[in-house]
């Protein structure tokens, strides 16, 4: 994950079209795409983002199971399976 801070050129804003005093406008164009290109680098945030998305897809699965092992048809045949499970029978 990189942490790479923008670093503004100049504490006054340029306006597009316009380029500072001594400087031509394909320097302008190249300072513009490098602030870009870093701030779109910037993925700070992204792990976090990722585990809530999984935590709610969880989230929802574990819904989805309470309300499919609410019925009785699913009560059943899981006491039916655990009984027996723990039956010997010889």
């Not at 406008?25 to 983002?49: F, I, K, M, W, Y």
């Not at 309470?66 to 499970?85: E, F, S, Y």
């Amino acid at each position: 994950m990189s942490t790479t801070a923008i670093i503004p050129t100049s504490t006054r804003p340029t306006t597009p079209g316009r380029s500072r005093p001594g400087s031509s406008p394909a320097q302008g164009v190249r300072a513009t795409v490098r602030r870009a290109a870093l701030a779109l680098r910037d993925e700070s945030g992204a792990a976090t983002a990722e585990y809530a998305i999984a935590t709610l897809a969880a989230v929802g699965f574990a819904g989805l199971l309470v309300v499919i092992l609410r019925g009785d048809d699913i009560k059943g045949m899981l006491t039916d399976l655990i009984h027996r499970a723990l039956t010997i029978s010889i």
